[in-house]
Structure formats: C-alpha cells, structure tokens
C-alpha cells in the first residue's frame, strides 16, 4: 500500500485519507477501511516521507523531499529491475 500511496502522491496533486480511500475502490475495486488508509499515511509522516498540511478542515498529504528521493530511487531501481528481465528474457531465445 505504501507504494500506490507514494505512486500516487508521485503524480503532483496532494491527497487527503478520504481521496485514498475512492482511489484504491475506483482503481482496484478495494474497499479499505479509514483506518488502514490513515494509519499507513500517519507511519509515511511520521517517517517523513509523506508531509500533511490542513485545507480545509481536513489533512491533505504530499511527498516530502525525502518521499521525493525515495521515489527516484524505486523508479531508478524498477527501470533497472524491467532492463534486466528484458535481458533474461532475450537471452532465452
């Protein structure tokens, strides 16, 4: 879940628990509770990668810089991960 969240913060637009919530159903047909969303966006702050501001009366989250270097790092590593399975895969034939 941590990674869709970060994906998705990835994007440029802040989202609130509520916003994570209609993602995952809209997007992979789950239905989360509030409080699994909102316990895994409090660890993210907490460890600073995500950060909440108040709009609204209600807490919108974005990546911090640390979430921003976290995420270099997961697409650098994906892209690499995706160039080597190519390669596994071409040498087969």
Do not use: C, P
Not at 38 to 66: D, F, H, P, T
Not at 68 to 81: A, D, E, G, W, Y
């Amino acid at each position: 879940m941590d990674i869709l969240i970060l994906a998705e913060l990835n994007q440029g637009k802040a989202m609130s628990g509520y916003d994570f919530l209609e993602f995952f159903h809209k997007k992979f047909g789950i239905m989360f509770s509030s409080g699994t969303v909102y316990s895994q966006l409090y660890a993210l702050e907490r460890q600073g990668i995500v950060q909440g501001n108040m709009e609204s009366r209600r807490v919108v989250y974005s990546l911090s810089n640390k979430g921003q270097k976290t995420m270099h790092v997961i697409t650098s590593l994906n892209s690499k991960i995706q160039e080597l399975l190519k390669s596994l895969g071409s040498s087969r034939v």
